[in-house]
């Protein structure tokens, strides 16, 4: 219709990766994630599968989500490129959009990497939160890339961690996650050997994309949480199909784990577990329609590959804090 964007003008916030940090604490970003999880499992959520992108380089993930209850509504695209670094560019970039769920028109657009590393940490924060045993202070961390600081401020958001084990096959960005942590008065050091990292260890956190397991299953003792968020297709892999054997097992959709959760698929297609293995939800635990550590020596473990869901309640949750700071900037298209 001739002047239909004269008389509705789309007005768009840009919230850089700054402006997100400065907005949005890991506390807000759990809480978001708790009701995303929750809106997941009651069926609230309106989230197709996302669809990835091959190029010879990498992979770009479309994923959108509508939230009915929250009235969230956004689609991010990120980009996965492991050859990035070569050229000084992050391994995980891309785009959050932000639309009115009434008018469909766009309202925000924001950092959609520095979003994911934010919404990916706190889902494991949530998860230790729900699942890990109280007295739990020492982390092992694998991974060392843009994710691995926002899993760390996850955990603990939720737990008096005293020490974080670092294992990177980057020994470089594991130094300077290291003295980062370091610097905020953390006990924090690189560790070489996974064995040595995971003695008397509480908490295990992977954030890789590894497709072999990053451990051996001996070195993972009764009582431990563990959180795998790095792999995130059928052909990778953090954990030892023993660990998963022999764990308490929440994923964060059973339709995307059965698409994409390499960890549980290849025990699942050797014959070592069976599908009921990873029946249960973080969502579900959240709703109290399932049990969670039953045991101080229960070994459980959160496998997620990530949903369009979490992207679109932080993108919401965000979108709300800078507009309440006066944060971002207004373009008008």
Avoid at 75 to 83: G, L
Avoid at 130 to 149: E, H, K, N, Q, V
Avoid at 257 to 266: F, I, M
Wanted: net charge negative; glycine share 8%; hydrophobic share 45%.
């Amino acid at each position: 219709m001739p002047g239909l964007l004269e008389s509705y003008p789309m007005k768009l916030l840009i919230l850089s990766a700054q402006d997100l940090r400065q907005v949005m604490p890991m506390a807000e970003t759990i809480a978001a994630m708790r009701a995303a999880f929750a809106e997941v499992a009651n069926g609230s959520a309106i989230m197709p599968l996302r669809t990835p992108l091959q190029t010879m380089d990498g992979v770009t993930l479309f994923m959108p989500a509508f939230l009915q209850e929250s009235g969230s509504l956004a689609q991010k695209i990120v980009s996965v490129y492991p050859q990035n670094p070569r050229h000084r560019l992050p391994v995980i970039n891309g785009l959050v959009l932000v639309l009115n769920p009434a008018t469909g028109l766009p309202t925000a657009l924001m950092d959609g990497g520095t979003l994911t590393a934010m919404r990916t940490g706190a889902a494991a924060g949530l998860a230790t939160e729900l699942l890990a045993r109280p007295d739990s202070r020492t982390l092992t961390l694998f991974g060392a890339g843009g994710m691995a600081y926002d899993q760390v401020a996850a955990v603990r958001a939720v737990r008096d961690i005293s020490e974080v084990r670092i294992v990177s096959a980057n020994g470089e960005s594991c130094e300077r996650l290291a003295a980062r942590l370091r610097a905020e008065g953390l006990d924090a050091r690189s560790v070489r050997e996974s064995a040595q990292a995971l003695s008397g260890a509480d908490i295990v956190s992977c954030v890789t994309p590894s497709t072999q397991p990053l451990f051996h299953d001996r070195d993972i003792a009764s009582g431990t949480h563990i959180n795998l968020s790095g792999a995130f297709t059928p052909e990778m892999q953090e954990a030892p199909p023993e660990t998963i054997a022999r764990s308490l097992i929440f994923i964060d959709q059973l339709e995307a784990a059965l698409e994409e959760a390499g960890d549980l698929l290849k025990p699942l297609h050797a014959g070592l577990i069976a599908q009921s293995y990873f029946a249960n939800t973080l969502g579900d635990l959240i709703l109290g329609r399932v049990k969670g550590r039953k045991s101080p020596d229960d070994i459980t473990l959160f496998k997620s590959v990530g949903l369009a869901a979490q992207d679109a309640a932080a993108a919401s949750r965000a979108l709300e804090l800078a507009r309440q700071a006066g944060v971002g900037q207004t373009v008008e298209l």
